[in-house]
């Protein structure tokens, strides 16, 4: 496993889970989204009795504020994560790669300064792979800070600035992804 660890979220000196200058360490889950951090699973999770959209702005945190109704933020988040679909499209009908792309985008509506992504190109054909790699990046662009825990090598390298490998749940190596792949810990692990 390789985590694509980005800016002051973890601080391996004293152990403690932090967000920024705020230990998380502890927090309910809705705390930890509250505090900046959003996630997807390796199994999408989304309300699959819930339209796309009404997926969407249930995680909006400016929904029925000043009459906003969310929809058209969401709306733009699908766009941005490359949904082409029907945003009135049941979630429990979706294809797995639109699964991936809604959940992402679910999680981008409450607006994180960090986007935690289990394995999200498991399943995911070489040409969606290519796209989630770009949609990555384009997610880093804007300032959020993105932490990839992924199997799929060739992708983690391509897009990774710092990558961290894990052997048996203990880190063997940190840097670079050049760096790293020239680590006898890790050439020797994998």
């Known amino acids: 496993t390789v985590l694509n660890m980005?800016?002051?979220?973890?601080k391996p000196e004293s152990g403690e889970i932090r967000l920024g200058n705020k230990s998380i360490e502890g927090f309910?889950?809705?705390?930890i989204a509250r505090a900046g951090l959003a996630r997807t699973y390796q199994t999408s999770l989304l309300f699959g009795s819930l339209t796309v959209l009404e997926n969407l702005v249930i995680a909006s945190p400016t929904k029925g504020k000043q009459g906003n109704t969310g929809q058209e933020e969401a709306i733009s988040l699908l766009s941005f994560v490359g949904y082409r679909g029907?945003?009135?499209t049941r979630a429990a009908d979706l294809p797995h790669v639109d699964r991936r792309l809604v959940e992402i985008a679910r999680a981008l509506a409450t607006q994180p300064a960090v986007l935690l992504l289990d394995e999200p190109a498991a399943g995911l054909a070489r040409a969606d792979k290519a796209a989630l790699?770009?949609?990555l990046r384009r997610?880093?662009?804007?300032?959020i800070a993105v932490?990839?825990?992924e199997h799929d090598m060739e992708m983690v390298m391509a897009i990774s600035d710092h990558v961290v490998v894990l052997d048996a749940g203990t880190?063997?190596?940190a840097g670079t992804p050049q760096s790293v792949q020239q680590d006898?810990?890790?050439r020797k692990a994998y």
């Open 6 to 10: 980005l800016g002051g979220f973890y």
């Open 133 to 135: 790699a770009e949609l």
């Open 139 to 143: 997610i880093a662009q804007h300032g």
């Open 171 to 173: 880190p063997i190596a």
């Open 28 to 31: 309910a889950a809705w705390r």
């Open 86 to 88: 029907d945003p009135h």
């Open 184 to 186: 006898p810990a890790v």
């Open 147 to 149: 932490l990839l825990v």
